[in-house]
């Protein structure tokens, strides 16, 4: 078989390993997101294509992560062939509700517009209707996943109250398991709803937004009535945290612009000095168009990146454990998966999470693929779910990119809308790699320190 | 009294990172002057990577081939989703 080095790869500049007086790279190997330390003379005969100088078992190995790939072999189309393939045999029935449009807060790069509309009765029925037949008509699904998002869905509580016994009495009565995660803002999140939502509404996953510090988040994520919110959500998710008898995965998002990018050190500190790095995950995001012009104070991807990595490192130095290699992507969004939908709180059905609520997409909103009352709509579920074949034309970047098969691009409204959507893992998956690499390295120089120290112990007990 | 491993690391890089984050808070930061790197080049220091003159360093050593799996174990490893549907950050649900 002839065989050619993959598009889909990852190499890192050269650097020296001390220990063993070597020069070394890390290849990642995006189609199958393995990561492989190899020294420079092997770098150099995979690079020459002299693929036969290789050790028959690394050559073996490079072939079985697809390093190196047939040379005949279209990889591109083999990873968005697959990707259509994950979406189409997907067992899990992602259904994403809104159970209200109203938020307490008035964040500036918010998009969306608020109402006190909460999901109806009667919309809650056809709803569950909707759910019940895609269960029905699939039946290949084994989980039924729902996700609860805003304007602020706590402020939805008594829809989700009612809501959850019905879907958890459907997912068992289709054999499927139930899970059910939560975007919130943190606010109403008392320890008395925490423990309601997670002991009594299945909740599993639960994420929180917060800004930075007081001093920043306060100016950009306060209520509407212009009132301060950093005090109270902190207090919460901290004793939240501290709750071993919920069983349920915190995960904080910072939001970051040009007005808090600073603050993100400062929070990490804090959260750190509370002692809750091995309780809850954090990551940073940038701020994108909601519909929009938040984007344009963004830092740039390239600053973001940058800093991202100087994040990374800190909190590793705080000890949080961040992911720092992506795994494969094949499901870039809801919008590719055929029978996922998100549900607003007016029952109009969308699918895509960043449209619902936002004036800029018109009335009747653009991007409306139904409505729970059978009511047509103007979109159809093709303009974004069709996203793969748009990369298969050509029509974005992303049909030439090497992180494709672990990034699955990303945002496919934002391609559609003109904005680069790529996550920050493109531009600094160089320095990720390394610092995992390193990471390893330091803990291997712990572990035989701890070895060495058990041997003298031993040998002074003999 | 014994540390647990994850608390070495901590302690280890934590020693590093009081070199470090006097450089990194909010008062000094600034995006028009971006060095973020030097508390990731004092991790790889302590790992005992560098990126000094690599070439050189070459031809003073083997050459021959080797590999390496990077610890599929390590927690700073791979994202795994377990479908919670994280979309890289790029929407907010």
């Not at chain 1, 998966?337 to 800029?360: K, R």
Request: with cysteine; hydrophobic share 35%; net charge negative.
């Amino acid at each position: 078989m002839s065989i050619k080095l993959s598009n889909f790869r990852v190499v890192t500049p050269p650097f020296f390993d001390d220990n063993e007086g070597c020069i070394k790279r890390i290849v990642y190997a995006t189609r199958t997101s393995s990561v492989r330390i190899i020294n420079e003379a092997s770098w150099k005969i995979i690079e020459g294509g002299i693929f036969d100088s290789l050790p028959k078992e690394m050559l073996f190995d490079f072939v079985e992560i697809k390093l190196l790939v047939p040379t005949d072999e279209d990889e591109l189309t083999t990873i968005l062939n697959r990707n259509d393939a994950a979406a189409v045999n997907d067992d899990n029935l992602y259904m994403v509700v809104q159970p209200t449009a109203s938020c307490q807060l008035g964040c500036h790069y918010c998009g969306q517009e608020h109402t006190s509309k909460l999901l109806s009765n009667e919309e809650q029925h056809l709803f569950i209707k909707r759910t019940r037949a895609k269960l029905e008509a699939n039946k290949q699904l084994r989980k039924l996943s729902i996700g609860w998002f805003g304007a602020e869905p706590l402020v939805g509580l008594s829809v989700m109250r009612t809501l959850t016994p019905l879907l958890m009495e459907l997912a068992e009565s289709f054999g499927c398991s139930y899970f059910s995660k939560i975007v919130t803002n943190g606010l109403a999140l008392t320890e008395k709803v925490a423990t309601e939502i997670v002991n009594d509404l299945g909740v599993q996953f639960i994420e929180i937004t917060l800004d930075g510090v007081a001093e920043y988040h306060d100016i950009r994520r306060m209520q509407k009535n212009g009132m301060p919110t950093f005090e109270k959500i902190f207090a919460n998710v901290v004793a939240l945290a501290r709750r071993k008898d919920l069983e349920v995965e915190l995960s904080i998002r910072c939001n970051v612009d040009r007005q808090n990018y600073q603050s993100v050190s400062s929070l990490l500190q804090m959260l750190a000095e509370e002692g809750l790095q091995e309780r809850i995950s954090f990551y940073v995001a940038p701020i994108h168009s909601w519909g929009n012009d938040a984007h344009t104070r963004s830092l740039s991807p390239e600053e973001f990146a940058a800093w991202e990595i100087l994040w990374l490192t800190e909190m590793i130095q705080v000890g949080f454990k961040p992911a720092l290699i992506p795994d494969q992507n094949p499901i870039v969004c809801m919008a590719v998966m055929p029978n996922a939908e998100l549900v607003d709180a007016y029952g109009t059905i969308f699918n895509c999470t960043e449209v619902s609520y936002v004036p800029t997409y018109g009335t009747p909103n653009e991007y409306a693929i139904g409505h729970l009352s059978g009511k047509e709509m103007l979109g159809s579920r093709e303009r974004l779910g069709n996203f793969n074949d748009q990369v298969r034309q050509g029509e974005y970047p992303c049909s030439s990119c090497r992180m494709l098969p672990v990034c699955g691009g990303a945002c496919p409204k934002s391609w559609q809308e003109g904005l680069e959507s790529c996550p920050s893992t493109k531009r600094n998956i160089e320095q990720r790699l390394l610092l995992s690499y390193a990471v390893s390295r330091v803990e291997q120089q712990i572990n035989s320190s701890e070895k060495a120290t058990i041997q003298q112990t031993t040998l002074v007990n003999v | 009294m014994s540390m647990n491993k994850a608390s070495k690391v901590k302690f280890v890089l934590g020693i590093i990172a009081m070199t470090s984050f006097a450089a990194i808070t909010p008062a000094t930061a600034n995006v028009t002057t971006l060095e973020p790197s030097s508390s990731f080049q004092n991790i790889m220091s302590q790992a005992k990577l560098s990126f000094d003159s690599p070439t050189q360093q070459l031809k003073r050593h083997n050459t021959s081939s080797s590999l390496k799996k990077l610890n599929p174990s390590s927690e700073l490893g791979l994202v795994r989703d377990g479908g919670k549907c994280k979309n890289n950050g790029a929407c907010n649900c």
